[in-house]
């Protein structure tokens, strides 16, 4: 009685399913996918812009059922809105309040568009089950080029503009004053996270893309705040996430997403937990301002 | 020409007739003097009379209505390598993801494109200007563990790092403590000494500054104002700045003091 309630159980033929060329692409894509997201989670995270990213997600929603109706590449729908309304984020949010007002409009918009152009073309609503939750399972050859062209894009860009985009993410003020274009670096990155995020979409779906491109970073960050090192660790827990994902996927027959997601998920939930136990003990440590401070009259 | 000639440091700052607008509306006009190199000036003036718009020509991310500015004997913006700045909320967001010693890198390398190694001398630069603010002692730390005066000091490095001719401070007291304060302004006034930079410090409180001042732009009734610090230093130029009675009070052990009395 109990085998049949739900169609998940062991799969003894994992390994070939593993090895096929269809689990192949959805290997090779997810890992293109979760190193670009390594490289962009971190600034998403330092530059106060998960909101966005999230929001970005749902934009190229109505892009991918929108291309469908048009008889275009569901990518390139996706692409050109979440680039699109990546700049036009940019463009709204010089000041932190507007920016999230205008993200989250945009985002409830672009999301009721989705549905629409979904419901004017009745045949395929598999796109939009496919946007909202992804289907690495699905990733054919051509995608895999593309998604290798705008890895490369990403990752030159991000080397190009690393040091200034740091600057401008830490410290606008003091960027700014030293003569730093902050507006053009801002246009410039959030671009780069539209073009991430057409990616992640595909790989894990709109509504679960911010598990894998803020929560690694976020993790990351809590393991370490060098810079560099937390891109490294945040795509590293990308990766492995995409891979066991995939791996028990072929094991268990269940969707690969969900797996990625909840991978990324509990590794974030136990670091925190741990960080939780282990920092505020360092806090306390070396708390006051000066080792050989004086006393602290001002306080009483 | 002769020696005398090729030397003379240029004034830190030369106003003449220079107006600001913002937003259409005149902030303050008639801004017509120098402040020569090597001093500690206050920058004062009550809440709207323009002080972040004069920190902003001088830094060239404001262009004067009219008039001319000079920073350090160029335009505004092309000397702004040699400007050290610290603002009034210092990396407040995002200090959870970056160390105390990267965040001072940044004000040495922040502006180079391109991937590159950091260099052992920009590493030891780091390391010194840690030490000279007396912050060398966290220099791993997170941004965000640390306490209002360990990040003012961290700000002031920063500044620092890149050789400075020229430090510029916004509010550099508010927030902190009474201790905290007078240690800022001790190392402020040591920095000095040491370092010959101008030192501009915008400050609504004067009192802890006065031991250090050697004058002050003041902005008053939509004007800008340059004059040494005993002429700023009066009961009723005060008082008509700040809108309230002021009363100055000098102790005979040569302390300096002003208090509303109003």
Not at chain 1, 203 to 213: I, N
Request: net charge neutral.
């Amino acid at each position: 009685m109990t085998t049949q309630v739900v169609a998940m159980g062991y799969q003894h033929n994992w390994w070939q399913i593993l090895t096929s060329p269809f689990m192949g692409n959805a290997l090779i894509g997810g890992t293109i996918v979760a190193l670009a997201a390594g490289l962009i989670g971190y600034f998403v995270i330092v530059r106060n812009t998960a909101f966005a990213a999230h929001a970005l997600a749902h934009i190229g929603l109505p892009g991918a059922t929108g291309a469908v109706l048009l008889g275009v590449p569901v990518a390139l729908g996706l692409g050109v809105f979440c680039v699109g309304g990546a700049l036009v984020i940019g463009v709204l949010g010089t000041r932190r309040a507007d920016r999230e007002v205008a993200t989250g409009t945009i985002l409830a918009l672009a999301t009721g568009f989705g549905l629409f152009f979904n419901s004017l073309a009745t045949k395929s609503s598999s796109t939009m089950t496919n946007v909202l939750f992804g289907n690495l399972l699905a990733i054919s050859h051509e995608q895999l080029i593309t998604f290798a062209v705008l890895l490369l894009v990403l990752a030159a860009s991000i080397g190009f503009i690393y040091r200034p985009l740091l600057y401008t993410s830490v410290n606008v003020e003091v960027a700014e004053a030293k003569g730093l274009p902050v507006r053009l670096l801002s246009m410039i990155f959030m671009a780069l996270l539209g073009l991430a995020v057409t990616m992640a979409v595909q790989a894990v779906g709109t509504l679960l893309l911010f598990a894998l491109v803020v929560t690694p970073a976020a993790t990351a960050i809590m393991l370490t705040p060098k810079p560099p090192a937390a891109m490294l660790v945040s795509t590293v827990i990308s990766v492995i996430s995409v891979w066991l994902g995939v791996g028990l996927s072929a094991m268990f027959n269940l969707p690969p997403s969900f797996l990625i997601i909840t991978i990324a998920c509990t590794v974030w939930l136990v670091v925190w937990v741990v960080e939780r136990r282990v920092r505020p003990a360092a806090k306390t440590a070396s708390g006051s301002d000066r080792p050989s401070a004086v006393g602290d009259h001002a306080h009483h | 020409m002769s020696l005398s000639d090729h030397e003379p440091a240029a004034p830190a700052l030369a106003l003449d007739d220079v107006s600001v607008v913002r937003g259409g509306r005149l902030i303050w006009s008639e801004g017509t003097f120098e402040v020569p190199a090597g001093g500690i000036v206050a920058i004062i003036g009550s809440n709207g009379s323009g002080k972040t718009s004069l920190l902003q020509v001088i830094l060239g991310l404001l262009p004067a209505a009219s008039g001319s500015v000079k920073v350090l004997g160029k335009p505004p913006g092309e000397v702004n390598a040699s400007i050290g700045y610290v603002p009034q909320n210092y990396a407040s967001a995002s200090g959870e993801a970056i160390r105390v010693c990267d965040a001072i890198l940044l004000g040495l390398n922040g502006t180079r494109w391109a991937f590159g190694r950091t260099s052992r001398e920009d590493r030891r630069r780091v390391a010194e200007v840690l030490d000279a603010v007396g912050a060398g002692g966290f220099a791993r730390r997170r941004l965000s563990e640390l306490s209002g005066g360990q990040r003012q000091r961290v700000a002031i490095a920063e500044a620092l790092v890149a050789r400075p001719k020229m430090l510029i401070l916004d509010e550099p007291l508010a927030s902190l403590d009474l201790r905290n304060q007078r240690e800022i302004v001790q190392l402020l006034d040591r920095l000095h000494d040491d370092l010959g930079v101008t030192i501009l410090v915008v400050a609504h409180d004067l009192n802890p500054l006065l031991g250090v001042l050697s004058s002050a732009i003041y902005l008053l009734d939509g004007h800008a104002h340059f004059d040494v610090l005993d002429d700023v230093v009066d009961e009723s130029l005060l008082s008509h700045l700040y809108g309230t009675q002021i009363q100055v009070i000098r102790t005979p052990q040569g302390g300096l003091y002003m208090r509303s009395s109003g």
